[in-house]
C-alpha cells in the first residue's frame, strides 16, 4: 500500500481529523469529542493488518469523551430521584 493510500484510509476513520505519515511514524489528530482509545485500536488493527510497523501518536481526543456511566446506573438514578421526589412532597 502506498503511503498516499494509508494517508487517505487514516483520514477517513471517524474521529480522526488529520493525520502526517513519515518514514519515521504515523501522528494522527484525533477529534476532542471523540474517545481516543477508539480511534488508537481501529489504527493499531489497520496497521497490523497492513503488516506496517511504524510507530503510532496520537494527539487529542478525551479518554472518556461520552458518558461515562452505564446507562442502567442512570437510569436507576433518575428512578431514585423520581422517588425520593414522591416521598418529600405530599400529595393534595
Same mark, same amino acid.
Request: charged share 25%; aromatic share 2%; glycine share 6%.
Given at each position: 500500500m502506498t503511503d498516499q493510500a494509508l494517508h487517505d484510509g487514516v483520514r477517513h476513520l471517524? !474521529?480522526? #481529523?488529520?493525520?502526517? #505519515?513519515?518514514?519515521? !511514524? @504515523?501522528?494522527? @489528530?484525533?477529534? +476532542?469529542?471523540?474517545?481516543?482509545?477508539?480511534?488508537?485500536?481501529? @489504527?493499531?488493527?489497520? @496497521?497490523?493488518v497492513l503488516d506496517e510497523e511504524r510507530p503510532l501518536v496520537l494527539v487529542g481526543g478525551s479518554p472518556t469523551a461520552r458518558s461515562? #456511566? +452505564?446507562l442502567w446506573l442512570s437510569v436507576a438514578a433518575l428512578v431514585a430521584l423520581v422517588l425520593l421526589v414522591l416521598v418529600l412532597l405530599p400529595l393534595p
Open positions: 471517524p !474521529g480522526v #481529523l488529520d493525520c502526517s #505519515l513519515d518514514d519515521d !511514524g @504515523l501522528a494522527v @489528530l484525533v477529534d +476532542p469529542e471523540v474517545d481516543a482509545r477508539v480511534v488508537q485500536a481501529r @489504527l493499531e488493527t489497520m @496497521l497490523w461515562t #456511566l +452505564p
